[in-house]
């Protein structure tokens, strides 16, 4: 009795379990690009820097829009460096929107969670591990940051930046097919359809920082579009 005792296993905590669970999961990235050449390098080795500190299976995937200051050359390089296994380069020949990068990276990410992130640095990817234990915790579908809960801060920030999300993959895909936006609505319009859905939201308070290099991709005819857009997703929904 006694040796069948000592060859049991201790039981594991909720902890372990998560720690077990996260290695069995694959994040995916999907980082839209345009004219982020000085910002590229960093943000992608912030990126393997987090995700290998944390023991987090990951791919990081690069949708260039047709850069002209040569942001695919430095992408390319990239996937030298950390090997296609782990940075995926999947251009297009020019800019198409924001919601129609994320369909196209979609079609290329093996992982069963996705995450969506500007390459500007307006969020950190340190934050990244802190979404998915928050995942985790409350097994949400969908999980975001947030500068309105606890200590998230921002600086240089303005209404034009987008928010980093963590999804479950099946459930981008379903809210894909629901969202009708193509621009810089299409993250809003999903949080929307989102809760229409019934889908769960854990949030994350983090520190937005304004871009550190290159231009916005916010032109003067899309912060009408985006403004547009929201008026006709309230109007619909």
């Given at each position: 009795m006694a040796s069948l005792e000592m060859s049991r296993s201790p039981p594991r905590s909720?902890?372990?379990?998560?720690v077990r669970s996260t290695r069995q999961d694959k994040y995916s990235v999907l980082l839209p690009t345009y004219?982020?050449?000085e910002n590229l390098p960093l943000i992608v080795w912030l990126l393997v820097k987090s995700f290998s500190e944390s023991g987090i299976n990951y791919e990081?995937?690069?949708?260039?829009d047709g850069s002209p200051d040569g942001t695919r050359d430095v992408a390319e390089q990239l996937e030298k460096i950390y090997g296609s296994d782990r940075i995926l380069l999947r251009p297009r020949e020019k800019k198409l929107g924001l919601g129609t990068a994320y369909i196209h990276?979609?079609?290329h990410a093996t992982g069963n969670y996705i995450?969506?992130?500007?390459?500007?640095?307006?969020h950190h990817p340190k934050f990244i591990p802190e979404f998915i234990r928050k995942q985790?915790?409350?097994n949400f579908d969908i999980v975001s940051g947030t500068r309105y809960k606890g200590n998230g801060g921002v600086y240089g920030w303005d209404l034009k930046r987008k928010i980093i999300r963590l999804y479950r993959k099946e459930v981008l895909e379903k809210l894909i097919e629901k969202c009708v936006s193509k621009g810089y609505v299409f993250q809003?319009?999903?949080i929307?359809?989102?809760?229409?859905l019934n889908y769960t939201i854990g949030e994350v308070p983090i520190s937005f920082v304004d871009r550190v290099y290159g231009e916005s991709k916010l032109g003067g005819n899309e912060i009408v579009s985006f403004l547009r857009g929201l008026l006709t997703l309230f109007a619909t929904t």
């Open positions: 909720r902890r372990d379990l998560e004219n982020e050449r990081i995937i690069i949708i260039d990276g979609m079609k995450i969506i992130m500007d390459a500007d640095l307006s985790k915790e409350g809003m319009e999903m929307v359809r989102a809760r229409q």
